[in-house]
């Protein structure tokens, strides 16, 4: 009998590559369900988008992480800003997912219940380009729920080589503002 891994899976195998080898002690916290939503002003418009099924897995005894968006899940308010945000912009069938692979600094006892201030230190790989970034992030340690990560942060389109027509730079803003919310088992 041939066995196939289904696309979520298979995400999940390249997320685990993707982090190195994993000792067989170390507690690996995974979530599938990643909320995250962005939001931009501009004087004629305001874009906003949002999803649900972000993946992520954070090693703890490396404090390692990587999270990954699928391009073509973030659902906006008009059908049209979508199709012009995954055609023209993002380009989301060449490049289909975005990766943030970093090193979670300021998280010293993942046993210690409560919250606590950290920074995700490493590189976001978005339309094709890597960039090194810096993103304080909230994480909130409850052993009866879990572990939930909340981070804001903005990201500016140039950056990642993300071109506004000039026909609609107007209605595109130089900065985008990120929020991310995960709850980890």
């Known amino acids: ?25 170390a507690q690996k916290l995974i979530t599938k369900t990643m909320v995250v939503d962005f939001y931009s002003t501009t004087p004629i418009e305001d874009i906003k988008a949002h999803l649900e099924d972000g993946l992520g897995i954070i090693n703890t005894a490396s404090n390692k992480a990587v999270f990954q968006v699928k391009i073509e899940s973030f659902e906006f308010e008009k059908a049209l800003m979508q199709e012009h945000f995954n055609e023209n912009y993002l380009h989301s069938v060449r490049y289909p997912k975005a990766i943030f692979s970093v090193t979670i600094e300021g998280m010293e006892d993942w046993s210690n219940q409560g919250e606590h201030a950290v920074n995700l230190v490493g590189d976001m790989l978005v339309h094709g380009v890597t960039k090194s970034i810096n993103v304080p992030a909230i994480i909130a340690i409850n052993q009866a729920v879990g572990m939930e990560l909340t981070a804001n942060f903005t990201i500016k389109p140039e950056d990642h080589g993300i071109e506004v027509p000039s026909l609609v ?16 088992k």
């Open 169 to 184: 730079v107007a209605k595109i803003a130089e900065s985008i503002d990120i929020h991310v919310k995960a709850t980890f």
């Open 1 to 25: 009998m041939q066995r196939t891994l289904t696309n979520t899976s298979a995400s999940i195998l390249v997320i685990m590559m993707a982090m190195g080898t994993f000792s067989l002690s």
